[in-house]
């Protein structure tokens, strides 16, 4: 039976999915519906899900949109160039709404293929960021995309040119952490904007997943599955031991015969899942153990906001 719930502090919302969000907000406002946004605006559901019922268009492609002369927002994750062209081109009404900390990642890249340098970009080569990243430049052939340990060691690139480095902005730090050691042994001049581009609420969330995990048995982490950030957030859990920990949508998923043993449980969600569905699930399990008493777990402070 749960008697202490520790609350991750920070989670949910960080400043670049407030902004993405607000900015569907403001158009849909300004323009009424229907609006189209290319791929999910953040990833998750329940957003997703609201801005249809709200007549948001989600498309993948723009051969999908009907009415050009409705506008198009472009989502959080970034936006490969000749995607912008493409909707340049055919005169859409685009609407940016690329994180400000994902931008910083797509000057550096563009910057590393000014001074014709190797790039490595560490993150998940199917991920859409990491598509709007290489795709800011033209030069495919000096990228190589790894995710691993392994693959770091692995890479064999020529003596006479610079090597350079970008980095997912939602993976684990540690993970990253690793790699990038392994590179700038491999490659001693590497070039990196800093330690790694991972940002301010992936490192956060992650430091107080670590915080909750020597206090509970358990962890409960709201958000998509799709979500990286989210599921980084699982991932830390249970690097840390932390065997039971469920990435759920929402309180439906409350894996509730699990938590019979449970005495210390912990929650948090990914930044991309909104408030209501932590205060959700508090209310649910305030109604399942009487005797509930929750602690906030503080690791940081957040008063980033990114104007629209
Ligand atoms: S997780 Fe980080 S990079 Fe991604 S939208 Fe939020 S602040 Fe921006």
Not at 12 to 32: M, N, P, Q, W
Not at 73 to 81: D, F, M, N, R, Y
Not at 185 to 206: E, G, S, V
Not at 261 to 281: F, Q, R, T
Request: aromatic content about 4%.
């Amino acid at each position: 039976m749960v008697s202490n719930l520790f609350v991750a502090v920070p989670h949910g919302f960080c400043a670049g999915v407030s902004r993405a969000v607000r900015i569907v907000e403001d158009t849909l406002k300004e323009y009424g519906a229907p609006i189209y946004v290319r791929h999910e605006i953040v990833h998750n559901k329940h957003v997703v899900n609201e801005f249809q019922k709200r007549g948001v268009i989600f498309i993948e492609d723009f051969d999908e949109i009907t009415d050009t002369t409705r506008p198009v927002i472009l989502s959080a994750h970034g936006t490969e160039q000749c995607v912008l062209q493409k909707g340049n081109e055919r005169g859409l009404k685009l609407i940016d709404a690329t994180c400000p900390l994902v931008k910083k990642v797509h000057r550096q890249i563009q910057k590393l293929e000014t001074v014709g340098a190797n790039i490595i970009v560490i993150g998940k080569n199917t991920h859409p960021e990491i598509i709007g990243t290489i795709g800011q430049i033209d030069n495919h052939g000096q990228i190589t995309i790894i995710n691993s340990e392994q693959e770091a060691e692995g890479i064999t690139l020529p003596d006479d040119k610079l090597v350079g480095v970008v980095t997912q902005t939602t993976l684990s730090v540690d993970k990253v952490q690793k790699i990038i050691s392994i590179l700038q042994r491999k490659f001693p001049a590497l070039i990196t904007a800093n330690k790694n581009d991972i940002c301010y609420a992936t490192t956060h969330r992650q430091a107080a997943i670590t915080e909750l995990t020597k206090r509970c048995e358990a962890l409960i982490i709201i958000g998509s599955k799709n979500s990286s950030n989210s599921k980084q957030l699982q991932q830390t859990a249970v690097h840390n031991g932390i065997n039971k920990a469920w990435l759920i949508d929402d309180v439906s998923e409350l894996p509730a015969d699990e938590l019979r043993g449970i005495e210390n449980l912990g929650i948090s969600a990914g930044a991309s899942a909104p408030e209501y569905l932590v205060d959700n699930l508090i209310a649910k399990l305030k109604e399942d153990f009487a005797n509930l008493k929750i602690h906030d777990i503080i690791v940081a402070e957040e008063n980033i906001e990114f104007k629209s």
